[in-house]
């Protein structure tokens, strides 16, 4: 089994990683999670993470955050690793968030959080704002839970619950297999990941 080092952003991002792990192979353990303080943390550290990645399988996994195009997110690579990757390193970018690939398994989303319709672009990394229309999704819910854990209060961002069910909703009910077909940037990261090269990297 691969010893695998995460780092994220946040909970949701962690349940999305994980399910990828597992998706794309059956030898990868998590040896060691960072903690998850956003994207600025995760810049902070990419050196350090580059080098846990000479010996060992490094799986960073950030938002693109509304960068449009793909030069975009090329140059967020660079400008935040200005040396190569080393060869254990897996350093993936949601586009726009891991929201996206959420949204992108559309039967589970209208099943889970009981709507009736979906009316965003079947092409998730179009949506200029995947958490809000997740929230805005739990408007229209027929679920007293939905609505009450994912609308914010206030002037806080995300309702009170927002992480403990998208975390419940990615273990339980979100399907790989459908939202890749809806997400080039899902669809790349399990592509990555599958062609690299682990040879020599640490085992359990």
């Not at 030898?27 to 993470?49: A, E, Y």
């Not at 960068?67 to 949601?94: K, P, T, Y």
């Amino acid at each position: 089994m691969y010893k695998v080092f995460l780092a994220v952003e946040d909970e949701p991002s962690k349940e999305v990683a994980l399910k990828i792990l597992d998706y794309c192979r059956e030898d990868f353990v998590l040896n060691h999670l960072f903690p998850m303080r956003g994207c600025g943390d995760l810049k902070k550290n990419m050196v350090k993470f580059n080098n846990i990645a000479n010996n060992c399988f490094m799986f960073v996994l950030a938002d693109s955050d509304q960068q449009e195009s793909v030069f975009d997110f090329q140059n967020m690579s660079l400008n935040w690793l200005s040396h190569r990757h080393n060869q254990g390193l897996a350093f993936c970018i949601a586009v726009s968030e891991v929201e996206s690939w959420i949204l992108a398994d559309i039967d589970s989303v209208k099943s889970y959080f009981n709507v009736a319709n979906i009316s965003y672009d079947n092409y998730v990394d179009n949506i200029r704002d995947p958490k809000l229309e997740l929230i805005n999704l739990s408007r229209r819910s027929r679920s007293k839970e939905i609505v009450q854990g994912m609308i914010p209060i206030g002037n806080a961002p995300i309702g009170p619950s927002y992480n403990a069910l998208l975390s419940e909703f990615i273990r339980n009910y979100w399907d790989i297999s459908e939202a890749i077909s809806r997400s080039n940037s899902l669809r790349a990261t399990i592509e990555k990941i599958n062609s690299m090269n682990l040879n020599g990297l640490m085992k359990n």
